[in-house]
């Protein structure tokens, strides 16, 4: 098993200047710089089950309101990051509208970048 800094870096780099940053601006462009097309996204939101593909998710951030726009307070923080090989996990956390979501994100290093290739979230109330 090998959990290399150097790629533990590269995504921490990506979850803050893409993942994060696209989230907060409604930002299309970064998030599918950083999602495999296939990816699946899923978990609960509001008590409810949440199971959508990419392009049900881009749609959903395309015609929304942006955390950046909405006013409301926004976060994202990662407790963790584990590399093996060429897949790796990420775990974080999100605070956006009314919801604080704990997500684990699925990477896979593909043509030497990695890319988020599986979400799950639970909106965990505090």
């Known amino acids: 098993m090998k959990n290399n800094e150097a790629e ?4 921490s780099t990506i979850l803050e ?7 907060y ?3 299309l462009d970064l998030l599918k710089a950083v999602y495999y097309p296939g990816t699946l996204l899923f978990g ?13 998710y881009l749609d959903g951030v395309a015609n929304r309101q942006s955390p950046k726009d909405s006013g409301k307070p926004f976060k994202g923080t990662i407790i963790s990051v584990k590399v ?3 897949i790796a996990i990420a775990e974080l956390t999100v605070k956006m509208y009314d919801f604080n979501y704990h997500e684990f ?8 970048r990695w890319q988020i290739v ?7 109330q505090q």
Request: charged share 25%; net charge positive.
């Open 8 to 11: 533990v870096k590269a995504i």
């Open 17 to 23: 200047e893409n993942y994060f940053k696209g989230i």
């Open 25 to 27: 601006e409604g930002n």
């Open 44 to 56: 609960d939101a509001g008590g409810k089950p949440y199971a959508k593909n990419l392009p049900q």
């Open 84 to 86: 093996v090989n060429t």
């Open 105 to 112: 994100l699925s990477f896979h290093k593909l043509d030497g």
């Open 118 to 124: 599986n979400k799950m979230l639970s909106d965990v």
